[in-house]
């Protein structure tokens, strides 16, 4: 047996039990936390989004691979793309599930989480994005089962619903508009949520939609391809064509100089300003608690360092470079989600009209929301790993849907006398 097998193999339940200890104690703090309230963590009135919404955000925007990859091959006909569009998929069914369960802790009574959906309220940003994450799950489940319907293991135990599951596929043109309308919608509008807050004058601007809009699609293409190629070095049943993730990657990286030059100007442009909480929130991101995440994990080493190694040939072909160029892509977008969502709450001003002053905030995570958001990146790392393992969800082996033409016949002429 080759040795990089036998290794493989001994490593994944070593790895799979890591994760079920992980997911374990992560529902034994949610459970403490739905006792208990969200009065045993570190949540309060001026700082109510901490690190629950941190990785809610993050799992969102790092799912963009779906709704992109699938509007490439089945609305733009590149069909080459279809193997990667499959993996995306099942990443994003796993990042919104793993969103919805921060959402589930997060909003303090989960027993009513079903409120949004029965009691419309038309004038909420955030209803409008509970609508579009609602439907937009339901679309990538509708993807997603065609996936477990060609599994050999389930077509060997239910063939009949195997053959249902695979011709939910036909549908998979018209999931993709549907999939693209309500990504939109709701990435723009998670940006759009704190851009139209004017108590937060550092969220209060027009620009945020369209940087979480931006990031998102790069976050999620990046995600995809480094999963794929993680997922071919630690597992013999993963199959990728380095063609195509190199091909994904280079546009990746042209994406990361715009995202940069649209990041540093939006940021740096409200110096123009002095704006009472604008100016003391750029101070806290620029140079105060949050610089070193800005300008190292943000800026250099998740935007401006992977851009150059993904759009040179040279460094992209390096596999060790690649690889550490999509992980800062990928951490450079949880950076800038985690940086957007703290900023905007650290810098508060009371309501007594004599004072003027801004009254600087604190957080930090209690052990109870580290423990639940750990069982929670656990619980879509396993998904993953099963997904790879036991449905194929990396496999660029097999060939994309192609349309196959009819043979002319060219009429044979008769012999003449």
Do not use: E
């Given at each position: 047996m080759n040795p990089k097998i036998r290794l493989h193999r001994a490593v994944f339940p070593l790895w799979v039990i890591?994760?079920?200890?992980?997911?374990?104690?992560?529902?034994?703090?949610?459970?403490?936390?739905?006792?208990?309230?969200?009065?045993?963590?570190?949540?309060?009135?001026?700082?109510?989004?901490?690190?629950?919404?941190?990785i809610d955000l993050s799992a969102i925007a790092l799912s963009a691979g779906a709704f992109t990859l699938s509007a490439a091959v089945y609305l733009f006909g590149w069909k080459k793309?279809?193997?990667?569009?499959?993996?995306?998929?099942?990443?994003?069914?796993?990042?919104?599930?793993?969103?919805?369960?921060?959402?589930?802790?997060?909003?303090?009574?989960?027993?009513?989480?079903?409120?949004?959906?029965?009691?419309?309220?038309?004038?909420?940003?955030l209803w409008e994005v509970t609508m579009c994450v609602v439907l937009y799950f339901t679309v990538l489940l509708l993807e997603v089962l065609p996936i477990f319907g060609n599994a050999g293991w389930f077509k060997a135990r239910w063939p009949s619903?195997?053959?249902?599951?695979?011709?939910?596929?036909?549908?998979?043109?018209?999931?993709?508009?549907?999939?693209?309308?309500?990504?939109?919608?709701?990435?723009?509008?998670?940006?759009?949520?704190?851009?139209?807050?004017?108590?937060?004058?550092?969220?209060?601007?027009?620009s945020l939609a369209i940087l979480f809009i931006v990031s998102a699609v790069i976050g999620g293409l990046a995600l995809t391809v480094l999963a794929s190629k993680l997922a071919a070095l630690f597992s013999e049943r993963a199959n990728v064509r380095d063609d195509i993730l190199d091909k994904?990657?280079?546009?990746?990286?042209?994406?990361?100089?715009?995202?940069?030059?649209?990041?540093?100007?939006?940021?740096?442009?409200m110096e123009y300003t002095l704006e009472p909480g604008r100016t003391e929130g750029l101070h806290i991101l620029t140079s105060g608690a949050l610089a070193f995440n800005f300008w190292l994990g943000e800026l250099l080493l998740g935007?401006?360092?992977?851009?150059?190694?993904l759009v040179s040939?040279?460094?992209?072909?390096?596999?060790?470079?690649?690889?550490?160029?999509?992980?800062?892509?990928?951490?450079?977008?949880?950076?800038?989600?985690?940086d957007i969502n703290i900023v905007g709450q650290l810098v508060a001003f009371t309501v007594l009209p004599t004072q003027i002053e801004p009254l600087y905030t604190a957080y930090r995570p209690a052990m109870v929301e580290i423990l639940v958001g750990l069982g929670v990146i656990a619980y879509g790392l396993l998904g993953f790993t099963l997904g790879a393992r036991y449905l194929g969800i990396v496999d660029h082996s097999s060939l994309p849907e192609t349309a196959v033409e009819p043979a002319i016949v060219k009429p044979v002429p008769l012999p003449t006398d």
């Open positions: 890591l994760l079920a200890v992980l997911m374990l104690a992560g529902l034994v703090a949610g459970i403490t936390v739905f006792i208990n309230g969200l009065v045993v963590t570190n949540l309060t009135d001026l700082v109510p989004w901490g690190l629950w919404i941190g793309l279809q193997p990667l569009a499959r993996t995306a998929v099942f990443i994003g069914f796993l990042g919104y599930s793993m969103a919805m369960l921060c959402l589930l802790m997060d909003i303090g009574r989960p027993d009513r989480f079903w409120h949004a959906i029965v009691f419309w309220n038309i004038h909420s940003p619903l195997s053959h249902r599951l695979h011709n939910l596929h036909k549908f998979a043109p018209i999931l993709a508009i549907f999939g693209l309308g309500f990504s939109l919608l709701h990435q723009s509008s998670l940006g759009a949520t704190y851009g139209v807050l004017k108590a937060r004058p550092i969220w209060y601007k027009p994904v990657s280079q546009v990746i990286g042209w994406m990361l100089f715009g995202y940069l030059y649209l990041r540093f100007w939006d940021t740096l442009g935007i401006l360092i992977p851009a150059v190694i040939g040279r460094l992209r072909r390096q596999p060790r470079l690649h690889l550490l160029a999509l992980a800062f892509t990928v951490g450079g977008l949880v950076a800038y989600r985690w």
